[in-house]
């Protein structure tokens, strides 16, 4: 392939379609919101104890992976008017006013209670995570679909980062629940537009997929389990860097401001990254994968032998690069079954392994960091294995 053809298919090519365009733009700002909402949450009750953060991880991730994500992609691949999608974003602003109702309940410390904001906080960001895969499976194309995940993912990285710097001054310089209300709104405002989006690209379903079943993403969890086991692991790893690994650095003495100032390096790295991943996954051998884990690995060893600082300014750094190639290596073979109970299955797998972490890894944050840190070292080789299993 040629230098001219290889930065067209990467850089030009996904944007050619106007509907990719205005979804690459809303995923984004929907990115952005979601980080924002977690990352807020998170370390606001990281200030009263490992049962808060545990009770809100919990409630956020084993409803909305295991039951609640699963069970809005078959609802969606079932029904038979697109005004399903308007009802998703009713339910966001239904969900958003039951958040700040509960308010209360944020500074409870109770581990039912922080669990219970981790359910209501479902409500607000799985809506957009449903119509975002939806029309990614739809927009998305075989000839091109590598590139076009890996820009799609790119947005979603740059999202993270944002939304991560923005809770991170937030809570530093203004406190309380301005930034909360700014961060739902930007997952409904993007929500609402790819509605529009969904419903001008909605097909009836067929009579087999209005039938499905809403066991069927448990059911394809074994059919695929090489897919779904990577995906799990997956979900542990994104557990670690993405929701767990900063708890960690707080014991550290890092402050939420600090964890989130390498945005401009982060972004940069996503960036030179995009084009290589998408070329990487047309191969088809997993070399993305592959290439993905070593670099996790590696992320973790400056820690044996550099500053904490300097330490946590290249492991924030790498794991930018580890989660886009991985993401695009394991989302594009997702989007490759071009079924919403595929997708489903996806979300079941990724729940299992963010609570695995949260439930064997995340514990050692408070009981021995050390461990942690070994705990997630070994976590990266275990993928690499998995990437092995997978069919190419």
């Known amino acids: 392939m040629s230098m001219k053809n290889f930065l067209y ?4 090519a996904p944007f050619t379609s106007v509907e990719r365009s205005i979804l690459y733009l809303c995923t984004f700002f929907g990115q952005f919101g979601f980080t924002g909402l977690l990352v807020y949450f998170a370390f606001d009750l ?11 991880f919990s409630g956020k991730f084993i409803f909305s992976n295991l039951f609640f994500l699963p069970m809005l992609f078959i609802i969606v691949q079932r029904s038979k008017t697109p005004l399903v ?3 998703l974003v009713i339910t966001q602003l239904l969900a958003m ?17 922080t669990f219970f904001v981790g359910v209501i906080l479902s409500f607000v960001t799985e809506p957009f995570w449903v119509i975002y895969h939806y029309l990614m499976l739809k927009l998305t194309s075989a000839e091109n679909r590598g590139h076009e995940v890996s820009v799609a993912e790119l947005g979603l ?13 937030m809570l530093t310089f203004m406190p309380g629940y301005i930034f909360p209300i700014f961060a739902g709104f930007l997952m409904i405002v993007p929500t609402s537009l790819l509605s529009i989006l969904s419903t001008q690209n909605f097909e009836p379903p067929s009579a087999a997929e209005a039938q499905t079943s809403f066991l069927a993403p448990y059911i394809v969890l074994f059919q695929q389990w090489r897919l779904s086991l990577a995906t799990i692991m997956q979900g542990v790893l994104e557990g670690l860097t993405v929701y767990y690994a900063p708890l960690w650095m707080k014991l550290l003495g890092f402050s939420a401001i600090i964890m989130s100032s390498l945005t401009s390096a982060k972004l940069i790295a996503r960036i030179l990254i995009s084009p290589l991943t998408g070329h990487l996954f047309e191969k088809k051998n997993r070399e993305e994968l592959k290439l993905g884990s070593a670099i996790y690995i590696i992320s973790w060893l400056p820690w044996l032998v550099l500053s904490n600082a300097v330490s946590f300014i290249i492991s924030s750094v790498l794991w930018s690069l580890y989660n886009h190639l991985i993401k695009v290596g394991l989302d594009g073979r997702w989007y490759d079954n071009q079924t919403m109970d595929g997708m489903a299955t996806r979300e079941v797998a990724m729940g299992i392994g963010r609570v ?6 995340a514990p050692l944050i408070i009981i021995s960091p050390f461990i942690f840190f070994i705990g997630a070292i070994g976590a990266g080789f275990v993928f690499l294995a998995t990437s092995y299993v997978l069919k190419k």
């Open 46 to 56: 990281a200030s009263m104890d490992l049962k808060a953060v545990l009770g809100f």
């Open 97 to 113: 006013a039951a958040l700040f109702y509960n308010k209360d309940l944020f500074n409870s410390g109770i581990f039912g209670d």
């Open 356 to 361: 695995l972490a949260l439930l064997t890894v």
């Open 157 to 169: 990285q740059i999202g993270s980062a944002v939304g991560a710097l923005g809770a991170g001054m």
């Open 9 to 12: 298919r990467s850089l030009i």
């Open 85 to 87: 999608f308007m009802a």
